[in-house]
């Protein structure tokens, strides 16, 4: 997925289906939930680093657009980047494809704040939270210069 | 309900429908629950009494015997009993009717343990909850020993 | 809640919550969602009657800021209003207070379309609720109107 | 797992937990229900062939004894044994256990019955799927004879 370097899959639950034969739509919150766990485990220690360290991660804002239904046991690739880290907040961008052909299912995007999970106050991202997303994110965004600039050179 | 003097009205929702087009069999737990919520808000001062008092109540064991299929927006009356108070250990039955015509849909139990919420070891259920739970169940009590004795002496 | 004829209320479940001791941010959906039923329920005979008539109302797109952290046990008065019906195609707003303090704890919105239950094709809102839809909207529209020509004439 | 032969992992999804910090129990329902799914995977072409042929598993009954919390982002082992399976019924029990310690966090059962898809009159377990059964469980069976027989020939 062009300008995502980070995806994880999650099989459709039986549980997860609703009277319309399809994955019920406030499941994909769900999803793009275990996305930025799998997403933090990957590039920045896990979730449980940031929990360990007294700091939850709330959720602020949350789009979904639902383009083609997803149904019992379909694979579900979901692309996940995370920007815009400035202060407390960032910021997840998601793609779900269907993983056996590729068809984009839906997008969406959440926003964030790092809170003190004594005080529930808005906290900074940590530095080595920054440097880990910023590492994690630089493939994507080098892709994105070397377009740019081949297009600009063009 | 025989034996039952508490019951509560739950609304089928179409989240909690699956592609079978009932409602998902892990829902009945939840409707045990917050039945059981609306249970001490009705004779015990509610579960949030218990929490600030640093005793969380845990799930032990449950058991559902599931009958006739739920429906979406049909509403769910679950009747609740508490019973066998003993140390830390509780129990409560269920039985669900559909509420138009009584039709029993489902019945189940479910045993708790009263724990100190911070190290999660075993607490006595406190003895204002014992004396609230015994007050509440009176009356079926008094009825099933009325039908006992009328029974024996036909 | 000005600009809105509709509420319903919904008390949190202590499955909704999660170890961030809150309501988890999937459910505002589902809330959102058993809204919308309660608002047909009210105003145009059910959503069952749509189904019945063999229409389903998907959702295409949605959209939730969290403001304000939601505690078990809390209710949660639900405002929505249903506008912009064109083709197959609608949408609801959402404001969410704590019943008993007025807070606001969410917005949103949901963008639907009604469809074949059988192809799942678009189809066009069905004459009589795009009728209810409106009668049920006037009071609100009115008072619009009266606040912005009482304005205009100041 | 002694007399098992079938496990499936799942790891524990934040929007699982509840206000306990632990996995809320109404999960472990459908952990066991995505586990039967992944055991039809895995010996009879899924559960999605069961349905293609019209038929559908209802469950009948289930139970589950919680011994030790689950917690976010915990790996659970699920291991299930399909067994007594007559007429239209068949059951399941599990064992759960933190994959990575194996302790023994809740067992529980679950019956079922195959009913027709449309009509939901009961049917009998299709003999394919009986013969995928006694196939996939015959490992554990003979497992089971050859420790009944040393013990008694000992």
Redesign the interface.
């Known amino acids: 997925m062009d300008g995502f370097v980070f995806s994880t899959d999650v099989?459709v639950?039986?549980?997860e289906?609703?009277?319309?034969?399809?994955a019920?739509?406030?499941?994909y919150?769900?999803w793009f939930?275990?996305t930025r766990?799998a997403y933090l485990a990957e590039f920045a220690g896990?979730?449980?680093l940031l929990r360990e360290q007294g700091i939850?991660a709330?959720?602020?804002?949350?789009?979904?657009?639902?383009l083609v239904?997803a149904?019992?046991?379909d694979v579900i690739r979901v692309w996940a980047r995370c920007h815009d880290v400035r202060g407390a907040r960032f910021r997840y961008d998601y793609v779900l494809e269907r993983a056996d052909d590729g068809t984009r299912i839906a997008d969406g995007w959440t926003s964030h704040a790092c809170v003190d999970a004594r005080t529930?106050r808005p906290t900074r991202v940590p530095a080595w939270l920054i440097e880990a997303i910023a590492k994690a994110e630089a493939p994507a965004q080098e892709q994105a210069a070397a377009r740019s600039s081949s297009s600009a050179s063009s």
């Open positions: 099989r639950r039986f549980a289906t609703d009277a319309q034969g399809i019920h739509h406030a499941n919150l769900i939930e275990l766990v896990g979730y449980n939850e709330t959720v602020v804002e949350a789009h979904v657009r639902y239904p149904r019992f046991d529930l």
